[in-house]
């Protein structure tokens, strides 16, 4: 059966950072959960030893898909200017990694996408660039939002989710929420191949538009099989530390 817009459940991922490990795992457990359809926040490449990889599942899937700071410059859109080097290392290694088709892929994703009746960002409303990390800088996005909207931002790999009310701004990290009318929502599923909450398991969200909710879900897998493959490419080592430490 077809589901109606308003009773979409949604998959959102985020920030997969060529952990194909970490993609795979996320991806079988949305298989059963059984959604209607699986998007992402961008950030497919970067960091991790299976650029390539990540790009065609997500192809393959028919993920709808924005672009990221990390895309942009894998694929030849940006140069890394504002990178640290371990982050430049690992784009322009990525840049060289990817097939024409994978560039050409990421090269034509769009920045912002409108779906159903919620935003899709990377970083922020305002800049895809720009990190959303306290209750003062979701309150600029939000006066950018209208009444009612829930916007999915990613970016800092940190799942968290800003509310909105009458000018009042809470910041909550509950594994569950209710989407409630006149409240404005920002929602980051946290990242699926590279945390930095402290806690290394992959992480995404369920939006079921139907119960009206919001479910976080975090999910373990072969961080070491994704790391050897960190190492095997020769990335910094460091990119593969952090993903057992999960910061
Ligand atoms: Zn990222």
């Known amino acids: 059966m077809v589901s109606t817009l308003a009773e979409m459940r949604y998959a959102i991922i985020s920030d997969i950072h060529s952990n194909l490990e970490a993609l795979k795992r996320v991806l079988e457990e ?3 959960l059984g959604v209607d359809k699986t998007v992402c926040l ?11 990889e990540c790009v065609e599942v997500i192809k ?3 993920v709808e898909s924005i672009i990221g700071n990390h895309d942009k410059v894998a694929c030849g859109k940006e140069e890394p200017y504002n990178f640290n080097p371990v982050a430049r290392a690992a784009a322009l290694w990525t840049r060289k990694e990817l097939t024409p088709d994978n560039r050409e892929f990421l090269n034509n994703l769009p920045d912002t996408r ?3 009746d919620f935003l899709m960002v990377h970083g922020a409303v305002s800049d895809p660039d720009l990190y959303i990390v306290s209750s003062y800088d979701a309150l600029m996005e939000f006066r950018l939002m209208k009444k009612n909207s829930v916007c999915f931002f990613g970016h800092t790999h940190v799942r ?3 509310t909105l009310l009458n000018d009042d701004v809470r910041q909550s990290f509950d594994h569950e929420l209710r989407i ?3 409240y404005k929502y920002l929602i980051n599923p946290g990242s699926v191949g590279q945390p930095r909450d402290r806690d290394p398991r992959a992480s995404f969200l369920i939006f079921d538009k139907k119960e009206g909710s ?3 879900i975090r999910l373990e897998y072969d961080i070491e099989k994704a790391q050897r493959k960190i190492i095997e490419a020769g990335l ?3 990119l593969a530390d952090r993903l057992s430490s999960g910061w």
């Open 180 to 182: 409630e009318p006149d």
């Open 60 to 62: 393959e899937r028919n």
């Open 42 to 52: 961008g950030d497919i490449v970067g960091y991790g030893g299976n650029p390539n």
């Open 236 to 238: 910094d080592r460091r």
């Open 30 to 32: 949305i298989d059963r």
């Open 114 to 116: 409108f779906l159903d």
């Open 214 to 216: 919001v479910k976080f």
């Open 160 to 162: 968290t989710c800003y």
